[in-house]
């Protein structure tokens, strides 16, 4: 069979036109990498490492990084390029650029599981997830995953829906589930877990008390520093003061 010439003329433009394009992404991180590690500091540096962000890293205050963000704007494919980095700066930066609405569930739970400094998991969580249209299936996935991050994301989303659609949640299964497992999680997962605990005895007076007593029978973050002014996340504390700022 003889090629279709005009078959042919679209793959070459085709092919030509992501060579291109590649060349552009490529040039294009290069150049956004080089503005970030000039943006770079060492007490910053020192604060990611002692968070856990490790060595691939230059330590870029947040607040440049939304600057250099505004500049960028969205550019999905450059922010792709700057995740797969593995550059903690870089995916901050990535995840301000990424239209969640362009990664597949798939994507996401890659993205997600991928991660090592909480940080970023957090700003991911926050930026990508939450807006991602396949979330409530993500969750009902990640609750029961064994990689520390995936659970962070699934009891950061179940958190969010205790507050703003609990509808069709169990919340006493939940409560079960915190006093038996949220002990011995990882700490990547139970700061979430956490939240679950908190934002039940917050919202729902019927299991306050509970929540309350399970906060206090866990102890988890009882002893944790905060700076004045700031409420304690040991849950009880927690619980106690958003209920009385309500009024």
């Given at each position: 069979?003889?090629?279709?010439?005009?078959?042919?003329?679209?793959?070459?433009?085709?092919?030509?036109?992501?060579?291109?394009?590649?060349?552009?992404?490529?040039?294009?991180?290069k150049?956004?990498?080089?503005?970030?590690?000039?943006?770079?500091?060492?007490?910053?540096?020192?604060?990611?490492?002692?968070?856990?962000a490790?060595?691939?890293?230059?330590?870029v205050r947040?607040?440049?990084?939304?600057?250099?963000?505004?500049?960028?704007?969205?550019?999905?494919?450059?922010?792709?390029?700057?995740?797969?980095?593995?550059?903690?700066?870089?995916?901050?930066?990535?995840?301000?650029?990424?239209?969640?609405?362009?990664?597949?569930?798939s994507?996401?739970?890659r993205?997600?599981?991928?991660?090592?400094?909480?940080?970023?998991?957090?700003?991911?969580?926050?930026y990508?997830?939450?807006?991602?249209p396949?979330?409530?299936?993500?969750?009902?996935?990640?609750?029961?995953?064994?990689?520390?991050?995936?659970?962070?994301?699934?009891?950061?989303?179940?958190?969010?829906?205790?507050?703003?659609?609990?509808?069709?949640?169990?919340?006493?299964?939940?409560l079960?589930?915190?006093?038996?497992?949220?002990?011995?999680?990882?700490?990547?997962?139970?700061?979430?877990?956490?939240?679950?605990?908190?934002?039940?005895?917050?919202?729902?007076?019927?299991?306050?008390?509970?929540?309350?007593?399970?906060?206090?029978?866990?102890?988890?973050y009882?002893?944790?520093?905060?700076?004045?002014?700031?409420?304690?996340?040991?849950?009880?504390?927690?619980?106690?003061?958003?209920v009385?700022?309500?009024?």
């Open positions: 069979m003889r090629p279709n010439p005009k078959q042919a003329g679209r793959a070459s433009h085709g092919w030509a036109t992501r060579r291109r394009h590649s060349r552009i992404t490529s040039t294009t991180l150049k956004t990498l080089a503005q970030l590690e000039a943006l770079g500091n060492e007490k910053m540096r020192a604060q990611n490492t002692k968070h856990g490790g060595d691939k890293q230059y330590g947040l607040g440049d990084i939304r600057k250099l963000a505004k500049e960028i704007k969205a550019n999905h494919e450059l922010g792709m390029a700057l995740w797969e980095t593995e550059n903690v700066d870089a995916r901050f930066l990535a995840i301000l650029s990424i239209n969640p609405k362009d990664l597949s569930a994507e996401v739970n993205m997600v599981r991928s991660v090592t400094f909480t940080r970023v998991a957090d700003w991911l969580n926050a990508i997830v939450k807006k991602h396949d979330k409530e299936a993500l969750r009902n996935k990640w609750m029961s995953a064994k990689a520390p991050m995936a659970a962070r994301a699934g009891w950061n989303l179940t958190a969010e829906r205790i507050v703003k659609s609990p509808e069709g949640l169990d919340l006493p299964a939940f079960d589930r915190l006093e038996s497992k949220m002990g011995t999680a990882a700490a990547e997962a139970q700061w979430t877990m956490n939240f679950c605990l908190a934002e039940i005895g917050i919202h729902f007076p019927k299991l306050r008390k509970r929540a309350l007593a399970s906060g206090e029978t866990l102890g988890i009882r002893d944790y520093p905060v700076s004045k002014g700031c409420a304690s996340p040991f849950a009880p504390i927690w619980i106690n003061e958003m009385k700022r309500q009024g």
